[in-house]
């Protein structure tokens, strides 16, 4: 009986402390938040599940570089943070739409001369990472291709459907078609296609972003446009920004909207300050910066962005403001360049396109100047 007596009482503080080892492991439910992770070396998901990260929290994996795209607590992104297999983990930035700003500066940078030569971006292919392109549109369906989205939600998982406009607008300064209907595009023969990674209200992530470039990659993209941005840096935003442009397409970017009166602010939002992308300043019809137009070192190269016409979805055209219209007129002017001179390397095709601009002083405000389609032309000939 005395054995037995023993025996029980053993047996209850094993089990009472396995209760307690069970509470004490016990902890309440972390919010979660999306994060990109960079490995350094191959993605490997065993690394992943052994901080408890579940196959649901993955959202997206990219397949040119070591990135995912997941959801997190912070517990787990401290984890991941320190481990020596990972290399960057960085919350998912928002980024939006650079203002909104309609262009009037076709001839501006001479692409009615261009035109005129029998040079209109035939086949050059533009990708405009934006809200999307409403490829219905009068002036703009025969020459949007083919198109991706980042969302998979119905309201945005089309990348046809541009519920904000401003991916439209941007697009038609691109590539609007020479139909005497509304306006005509800086290119207006070039593929055109819709990589909506801006939702219908013109806010996007930096995750979203990469995936668009990704994609333009693998789907042979000449020139990426992105009239948009954020003011907080990426390693891995930069990753695929550098990425693409040693696949050798160009990668043009808006400036950005934040520039003082004075014009004396380095207020360059990312992508455009990566050294991998072009960042396009705005100016006026008289060559004069915009008031809102950022400023900073990272300016390489200006164009049109005030009052610019272009079209809108249901048929319509519009009038807008910002940095955001001035980028397309580059890769319209970068289009045309290139369908004249397709030997040039995206890097050549870059310096061409500086060292034949008009120069308008600052540098910090209008960069190498204002971005000329003739004379980039005229300069290989």
């Known amino acids: 009986m005395k054995k ?38 191959p993605a490997e998901k065993g690394l992943l599940q052994a901080f408890g990260v579940k196959t649901e ?3 997206y ?3 040119l570089k070591p990135v995912v795209h997941l959801e997190l607590t912070s517990k787990q992104a401290r984890g991941l943070q320190n481990h020596p297999q990972i290399k960057y983990v960085e919350k998912n930035a928002e980024a939006q739409a650079f203002g909104q700003t309609v262009p009037w500066g076709v001839p501006h940078v001479q692409s009615t001369e261009v035109h005129n030569m029998g040079q209109t971006g ?8 934006d809200t999307g392109i409403d490829n219905t549109h009068e002036d703009l369906a025969a020459n949007v291709k083919g198109g991706h989205s980042v969302f998979t939600d119905t309201a945005n998982k089309d990348p046809f459907y541009d519920g904000s406009g401003h991916g439209t607008h941007v697009a038609g300064t691109v590539g609007a078609i020479d139909n005497n209907l509304g306006v005509i595009g800086v290119a207006y023969q070039s593929d055109l296609y819709a990589v909506k990674v801006l939702n219908n209200d013109g806010s996007g992530s930096y995750a979203g972003i990469a995936e668009g470039i990704e994609w333009s990659i693998l789907n042979g993209m000449d020139i990426i446009n992105m009239s948009l ?21 160009l990668v043009v970017a808006a400036a950005g909207n934040s520039g003082n009166r004075g014009g004396n602010n380095d207020s360059v939002g990312y992508p455009a300050k990566y050294e991998s992308v072009i960042a396009v300043a705005a100016i006026d019809e008289n060559n004069n910066r915009a008031s809102f137009s950022s400023t900073g070192p990272a300016v390489e190269i200006s164009a049109p962005g ?8 249901g048929n319509g055209y519009a009038s807008y403001n910002g940095t955001s219209m001035a980028s397309p007129h580059v890769a319209g002017v970068a289009a045309l360049v290139w369908g004249e001179h397709a030997h040039l390397t995206n890097k050549e095709l870059r310096n061409l ?3 034949t601009a008009i120069d308008l002083g600052r540098s910090n405000q209008f960069g190498n100047g204002l971005v000329q389609a003739k004379d980039a032309i005229d300069f290989v000939r």
Request: glycine residues 8%; negative net charge; proline residues 1%.
């Open 61 to 63: 994996e990219y397949s």
């Open 122 to 129: 035939t086949g050059v292919k533009v990708a405009i990472l």
């Open 57 to 59: 929290d993955i959202l």
């Open 306 to 313: 005030v009052s610019v016409l272009s079209t809108i979805p």
């Open 4 to 41: 037995l007596l023993i025996l029980l009482l053993v047996l209850g503080i094993v089990f009472s402390t396995g209760l307690v080892s069970v509470a004490a492991n016990h902890t309440t439910d972390e919010s979660s938040e999306e994060y990109l992770v960079m490995f350094d070396g």
């Open 353 to 355: 396109l500086n060292n």
């Open 229 to 249: 941005g954020g003011s907080q840096s990426s390693s891995i935003l930069k990753e695929f920004c550098d990425l693409a442009y040693d696949e050798g397409l």
